[in-house]
């Protein structure tokens, strides 16, 4: 396994593009998390997956972002009509649930998905 | 809502000593776990040490400790013997009932040679 996979690395676009973003997790993670994270600062929350089913939604996340997983193994998030505000990295991270799984809460982070919009 | 706070948004050490950073987070929560997790420049988020909140006993991995206050809803890590690949941006994290994962806005750690 080589861990969490993000792709694109990095995506310039113009203002009032769509783009999209894949992450594949670890495999026998069910546990799947989107973050935003600018420069200087924290991953702030988007949403996260418990297999196929969105758990949780961020109420700072607008409804021009949305995302999935629709067979609980990779996940997609799409950003329409892009804005400038929404210059930054996001990450993906996975883990396995459950307490009794090694690892459980652990996340893996991939190593991001950088967008610029123009 | 949940926070973490990180009061310090850069420190630096020399080389071989010892720093700690510091983190406090609010929840009405009893049961939850703690995270620090490490960004080196340009590379992906690790784990450094996690600490359950039902465990009164505070977790160590080799040089790095934590003192967790859980009345005082405090999370200190120390870095021991300090190495030059500790440099990096350190994020305290909060880990809620419903799985919902939250970060400081972090410190940045610089160790001098």
């Known amino acids: 396994d080589t861990g969490v996979s993000q792709d694109p690395r990095h995506k310039i676009t113009k203002r009032g593009q769509n783009v999209t973003f894949r992450c594949d997790p670890i495999s026998e993670h069910n546990r799947l998390y989107w973050y935003r994270q600018t420069l200087g600062q924290g991953p702030e929350f988007l949403t996260y997956f418990q297999n196929e089913a969105q758990l949780e939604k961020s109420r700072l996340l607008s409804d021009r972002f949305s995302a999935e997983r629709p067979k609980g193994s990779f996940s997609t998030l799409e950003i329409q009509r892009t804005e400038q505000g929404d210059s930054a990295m996001y990450l993906c991270a996975s883990t396995p649930s459950g307490q009794g799984s090694a690892g459980a809460n652990v996340l893996t982070f991939g190593a991001g998905s950088r967008l610029t919009v123009l | 809502a949940q926070t973490v706070t990180q009061s310090q948004p850069e420190m630096s050490v020399q080389e071989a000593e010892t720093v700690t950073l510091s983190c406090t987070y609010d929840?009405?929560?009893?049961?939850?776990?703690l995270f620090w997790y490490k960004q080196p420049p340009s590379r992906q988020m690790i784990l450094v040490i996690r600490q359950e909140a039902y465990k009164q006993q505070n977790a160590t991995e080799n040089r790095f400790s934590v003192n967790f206050q859980k009345a005082a809803k405090s999370f200190s890590l120390k870095i021991s013997d300090s190495q030059l690949g500790d440099t990096a941006m350190y994020f305290c994290a909060f880990l809620t009932f419903n799985n919902d994962m939250r970060f400081g806005a972090g410190t940045r750690l610089t160790v001098k040679p």
């Open positions: 929840t009405s929560e009893s049961n939850y776990y």
